[in-house]
């Protein structure tokens, strides 16, 4: 999987292409990890090209919620490696709004688990 931004190719976290590999996320509503999946690499995005000038961080979008409009944006550092995770409520009246921000890419994994045991609580 290749992004680049400014600084050249961005450094994907390997536990996001782990779960590539083993088939545990997929690239579509109500695949794998329902409520959520992966955007396709054609249709990943930095917030700048949607939302100019609302955040003051650049993130790479990568994965979505199917059910509302939340998303999940890499925060990239200078040296193109992911820092953190950023949670947004995209499309509202300011653009973007910042929902939380996580620690680390196995943060926003918990956080999937747990919408996931809703989800299915919902379901029965």
């Not at 193109?80 to 996580?102: C, R």
Request: charged residues 25%; negative net charge; glycine residues 4%.
């Amino acid at each position: 999987m290749t992004i680049e931004n400014e600084n050249g190719k961005i450094i994907f976290p390997k536990e996001y292409n782990w779960l590539i590999k083993s088939k545990l996320v997929g690239f579509d509503a109500f695949s794998q990890l329902q409520p959520w999946y992966y955007l396709k690499i054609d249709d990943c995005f930095f917030t700048e090209e949607k939302w100019p000038n609302v955040l003051d961080k650049n993130l790479l979008i990568f994965a979505r919620r199917q059910d509302n409009d939340i998303l999940a944006g890499f925060n990239i550092n200078s040296s193109n490696q992911v820092e953190n995770i950023y949670l947004l409520n995209g499309w509202t009246p300011s653009g973007v709004d910042v929902l939380q921000v996580l620690p680390d890419f196995w943060a926003w994994l918990h956080l999937v688990i747990d919408d996931i045991k809703e989800w299915i609580e919902f379901e029965e």
